[in-house]
């Protein structure tokens, strides 16, 4: 039995929180952006498998990681090392989520924010920066893009924090934000938050929100119209996450968008960044200035 049906979880692109090689995204480019998302897919299940031992897990990661080296080994690793070739980019930020999964298998808890930030700059940082590389963009927006994709990684980790350590025993919420709250990771196992935990949440959505702020002109600085457009979209969902996050309780409430909820905010960051473009476009001296490819 291959790996992908030894440890899949059945999910693809369109069960993500946000969106994947969506159709604002260049018909072109679509292709190896799916081949980066099936890798981190098929990392990701290995990581997050409940009953495999975490020897056979390792030995997975190993297996994608020769894939894409070009060595015998699991068939997304292959198929991502194609698709870098034909566009001349390098294995760089694939390797770099492999460092995240493999510690994803190797440690259950992360002591501060630093901790977590750190994790996110293997787990998260290298999707946005290896899109950006597919698209031609400058390195500059590397601290925008990582600022953006923290703020993802965190929403997603408060979200999934119950299952996460019911599932994995695994709690990224920082322990000494719990241990401050007098908070043991066992209150997670709970049917509502209680008060000391859902400080915690608070106050974690709340510095996601921070990140977001950063991530703001994220969108502005990007050349391509269509990706910018799309880091609009994600962003105007990731800001309406955050702040439901300081209002629900995810152990207890649905804190994931609805169908029509998604669209909605979708619409309203396309309008926001395709407005921005038009007012630099108009404004007098700046004509043609970051008029956008694609």
Not at 14 to 34: G, K, M, Y
Not at 90 to 107: E, G, N, P, Y
Not at 174 to 198: F, K, N, W
Request: with cysteine.
């Amino acid at each position: 039995m291959s790996d992908a049906a030894a440890f899949a979880s059945g999910k693809d692109h369109r069960d993500e929180n946000f969106p994947v090689a969506s159709r604002l995204v260049r018909r072109e480019l679509r292709p190896a952006i799916l081949a980066f998302y099936r890798f981190a897919r098929a990392a990701d299940d290995v990581a997050d498998h409940e009953t495999a031992e975490p020897s056979a897990k390792l030995a997975a990661l190993d297996r994608l990681e020769a894939g894409l080296a070009g060595h015998a080994g699991a068939a997304e690793g292959a198929a991502l090392r194609e698709a870098l070739q034909a566009r001349g980019l390098s294995d760089r930020h694939a390797l770099d989520l492999l460092v995240a999964f493999r510690r994803d298998v190797t440690q259950r808890r992360y002591g501060d924010w630093s901790e977590l930030m750190d994790y996110c700059r293997y787990s998260a940082a290298p999707v946005g920066r290896f899109v950006l590389d597919l698209h031609g963009e400058p390195r500059s927006l590397w601290p925008v893009n990582d600022a953006l994709c923290a703020a993802l990684q965190v929403i997603n980790h408060v979200q999934d924090c119950a299952k996460d350590w019911r599932a994995l025993d695994r709690v990224y919420l920082p322990q000494d934000m719990l241990a401050g709250q007098g908070v043991t990771v066992e209150a997670l196992g709970a049917s509502h938050a209680a008060p000391g935990l859902r400080s915690v949440i608070v106050a974690l959505a709340r510095r996601t929100g921070g990140l977001l702020a950063e991530a703001r002109p994220f969108a502005g600085g990007i050349a391509d119209r269509r990706l910018a457009l799309e880091v609009g979209v994600i962003q105007s969902l990731a800001e309406s996450l955050a702040l439901r996050l300081t209002r629900r309780d995810p152990l207890s409430e649905r804190v994931h968008h609805r169908g029509i909820e998604a669209a909605g905010l979708a619409l309203r960051g396309v309008l926001r960044v395709a407005g921005q473009r038009t007012r630099r476009l108009l404004a007098p001296g700046r004509a043609g200035l970051q008029g956008g490819r694609g």
